[in-house]
């Protein structure tokens, strides 16, 4: 249980929202031009990262709308969510989904709308 | 290795049984080994121990990041059963519940697995379709399986209310299936497998791969480089991240799941009943608690513990079904990382890097198989070709399409 932030409606605890997988994975163009091996890839291969991961997710109990979001998957903290087609924040290099050293923190801060 | 019998017991306590020999030895990292399998749980343990025992390969090495069974091992809800829908699970899931059946003997060590029987409940026409069409099929690979009606169930579990929210309309039952104590699983195989040469090495990471011309070399850890001629993967939640090391990745995601135990009380249940419909299960443990589980959290985490929210989701329909419940105090809560595939089926392969092999995917309902996938995956890996019985699993399936989907025996039950 964590807090998400829907860019439209702000910070709301998880249980509103529901989760929809990894973020930016495009749909090839040309399904038919492409391997068996790169149409597997890309159903079912992902990233599953330990650290900042970007996910997307959608207000299901409030405005209903989709959106992406970077999230520590150790910590379950979500850094900022950004709206689609928009691109990723940039936490601060050293997050590790509680802390970073001050620098990279006011680095990062100046980044964030 | 000093057989364990009641004559032990008796000669120890002469001692007060302070000269029990230690379980299994804390060796040093050797330079190179046959053998190093990633991850010291059920699973890595039990293939180092069929390699040593049936492939004669005792140049073995377990190395674990922290203790041994201190992943999902040691947080799952131990329920075994074999009753799953396609002839490749019933091949693989039913060879694991044979070794069980013979496994405290084989190890000398008491494995309490207790054949107290697993009683799938149906609440609505759906379930009754998906238990009736499983059940045949369960039945026809010579697994056995019974259908159950709602009488039958009052009969068997006596606290049961069968006419609430959630109104119970049939039951698949398993006999063989039941319980088993986690801990002495990979306990057990480590005793065993250090007996024959196995070094057990724990608080060491593998951090990195050293890898030449597609060829797996050895691996880097906490406790310095270590050779290796194969590398067996058996890392469940974090296998992704052991696959990056190696420049690959998998078809996983990993979900956070979670588990409760009671207050010990007096028997009261003595078979496990879960429940497709409403992600609630539950059994007894042999000291007494109510061991509860559920589904596991709706997003991929590697935090290691579950969300508040579920907690709610199991017990509610667990106090519907069985109101005399309603005053239970909880007394733990955990959670582990489970590594799913999208077809609820483990993977285990062959992969990119020659001679490095991963067993992996086995998500929320693995510890039933531990035997079984130890066995044919220490086969694997000592004939460079994955086992018949494992050959199914293999990664490819992901892009040659043959998936073998187990969402309704696998993806709520575990
Ligand atoms: C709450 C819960 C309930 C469950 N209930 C059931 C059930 O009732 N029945 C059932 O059949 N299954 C159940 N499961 C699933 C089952 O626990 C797992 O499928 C099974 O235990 C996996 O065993 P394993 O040996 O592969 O993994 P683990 O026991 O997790 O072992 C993997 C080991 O690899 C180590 N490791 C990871 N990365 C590294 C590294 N880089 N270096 C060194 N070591 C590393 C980890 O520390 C860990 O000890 C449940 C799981 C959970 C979490
Ligand atoms: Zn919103
Ligand atoms: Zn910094």
Redesign the interface.
């Given at each position: 249980?964590?807090l998400v932030k829907c860019p439209w409606c702000g910070w709301r605890d998880?249980?509103e929202f529901?989760?929809g997988?990894e973020a930016h994975i495009a749909r090839p163009l040309e399904p038919g031009q492409i391997?068996?091996?790169e149409?597997?890839?890309y159903?079912?291969?992902?990233?599953?990262?330990?650290g900042i991961?970007a996910?997307r997710w959608v207000h299901t109990q409030a405005c209903g709308r989709w959106f992406n979001a970077l999230r520590h998957?150790?910590?379950?903290v979500m850094w900022d969510s950004y709206k689609m087609g928009e691109d990723a924040p940039t936490p601060p290099k050293d997050w590790d989904g509680l802390t970073c050293c001050d620098d990279h923190k006011k680095l990062a801060e100046g980044a964030k709308k | 290795m000093k057989k364990y019998s009641i004559f032990a017991i008796a000669r120890n306590a002469r001692t007060h049984h302070e000269n029990w020999e230690r379980a299994w030895r804390s060796p040093d990292p050797k330079p190179h080994y046959d053998v190093v399998i990633i991850g010291g749980g059920g699973h890595g343990l039990a293939t180092a121990y069929y390699l040593a025992k049936e492939c004669g390969i005792t140049n073995v090495a377990v190395i674990e990041k922290g203790w041994l069974g201190g992943g999902n091992t040691g947080r799952n809800t131990t329920i075994v059963r074999s009753n799953y829908l396609w002839d490749e699970s019933a091949a693989l899931y039913d060879h694991a519940v044979r070794l069980w059946e013979g496994l405290s003997d084989e190890l000398n060590y008491n494995v309490m697995f207790s054949q107290r029987g697993l009683l799938h409940l149906a609440h609505n026409v759906h379930d009754m379709q998906e238990i009736g069409r499983r059940g045949n099929s369960i039945y026809m690979n010579g697994i056995d399986s019974e259908f159950l009606s709602p009488e039958q169930v009052k009969e068997m579990v006596p606290i049961i209310n069968l006419n609430c929210r959630y109104p119970v309309m049939g039951g698949l039952l398993q006999r063989r299936g039941g319980t088993a104590r986690h801990d002495a699983v990979a306990w057990g195989y480590a005793r065993a497998a250090d007996a024959m040469g196995v070094d057990i090495i724990q608080n060491c990471e593998v951090t990195g791969f050293k890898i030449e011309g597609g060829v797996v070399k050895g691996v880097e850890t906490t406790r310095g480089s270590i050779g290796a001629g194969k590398v067996g993967v058996v890392a469940a939640g974090h296998s992704s991240v052991v696959a990056e090391m190696a420049g690959f990745r998998m078809p996983l995601e990993s979900f956070p799941l979670q588990a409760f135990v009671s207050e010990p009380m007096k028997p009261i249940v003595d078979c496990v009943i879960m429940s497709n419909a409403i992600h609630a299960y539950i059994s007894q443990s042999d000291k007494g608690e109510l061991v509860i589980g559920g589904s596991g959290d709706p997003y991929i985490s590697y935090s290691q513990r579950g969300s508040f929210d579920q907690i709610e989701h199991v017990v509610g329909p667990v106090l519907e079904l069985y109101p005399i419940f309603s005053r239970v105090r909880m007394l733990r809560q955990w959670g582990g990382i489970t590594d799913v595939t999208v077809d609820r089926s483990p993977i285990m392969t062959k992969t990119p890097v020659e001679n490095m092999f991963f067993n992996c995917g086995w998500g929320t309902g693995g510890f039933k198989a531990t035997p079984g996938s130890g066995h044919v995956f220490a086969h694997s890996i000592a004939k460079g070709e994955m086992h018949p019985v494992a050959a199914p699993f293999s990664m490819d399936r992901f892009h040659t399409g043959a998936l073998i989907d187990e969402a309704a025996a696998a993806a709520v039950a575990h």
């Open positions: 249980m964590f998880q249980t529901s989760y997988g391997s068996d091996q149409w597997g890839d159903i079912y291969t992902r990233t599953n990262t330990k991961h996910e998957t150790v910590t379950d | -």
